[in-house]
């Protein structure tokens, strides 16, 4: 059990092996099927009006986890805000989950599904929760920080506990490519502050909205096989997200 153990342990967090920004694909059906009671996950109960500083995290395993509802919530995106002296500045995702309690308690009653909300750490074992809800989700919520102009939103996951699919064929992914842009393409239902109908998750996720032009075009592509096609295509939403609006891409933004 111990040799089991300390190999599930490298694996993950330190063998480089915690690259949180990809697809996990059948990762988590694989821990399911060999080591459920292996794979631990780190959660932080949100409970209305308690500072972060007073959570007790709670240690649930796969087999532990199979048994719970409720929803988890995660930050994997990098957060820029603009400084008083106008500087931006870019905040450390693995180290927020404070910020992720207070902004995920900030929206009690407003957007939040009912029923317990959970914060985990920003780690490959949250994308694997992720990815494994084909309803999974994202929100934009606005950020009010001490020593910051206020204005800029947080991105924060949000993915349910009850409807895992560790089935991969059922996590609604939309395509695969690579090239000029390697990744994964999710269809996913989510409302983005500023109306854009797709989202980035680091450098190889990308989450664009249901029933969007932009839905519609990439499964067509992918219906055609034309990959290439879907992959231009990103790298002009990646510029588009950059600021540099393209002519090209009117009519699906």
Known sequence: MAGREVKLICRHPL???????????GELAQAHEGWPDLLCVRLYPVSAGRPFSEVEPIYVDLKQLKGMTGHGWVIQNRI?????????????????????YELVESMEGRGVPAGS?????????????????PDSSAHWIPLHLPGFLAGGHAC??????????????????LAEVQGRWTGTVYSRDFERHDGK?????????????????????????????????????????????????????????
């Open 15 to 25: 063998s480089g092996g915690n690259v949180y920004d990809q697809y996990t694909g």
């Open 156 to 173: 924060v996951q949000r993915f349910n506990l009850g409807n895992q699919q560790v089935d991969p064929t059922l996590h609604s992914i």
């Open 117 to 133: 909300s959970f914060i985990l750490d920003a780690n490959r074992r949250a994308s694997m929760l992720f990815d494994a809800d």
């Open 197 to 253: 109908p797709y989202v980035f998750l680091g450098r190889h996720r990308l989450l664009v909205r249901r029933a969007s032009a932009l839905h519609d075009r990439l499964a067509n592509l992918k219906a055609e096989g034309r990959l290439l096609a879907i992959i231009s295509l990103i790298v002009g939403l990646q510029e588009d997200d950059a600021g540099y609006r393209s002519e090209s891409l009117r009519d699906l933004l």
């Open 80 to 100: 820029e805000c603009r400084s008083l002296d106008g500087r931006f500045v870019g905040l450390n995702i693995e180290n927020n989950l404070s910020l992720a």
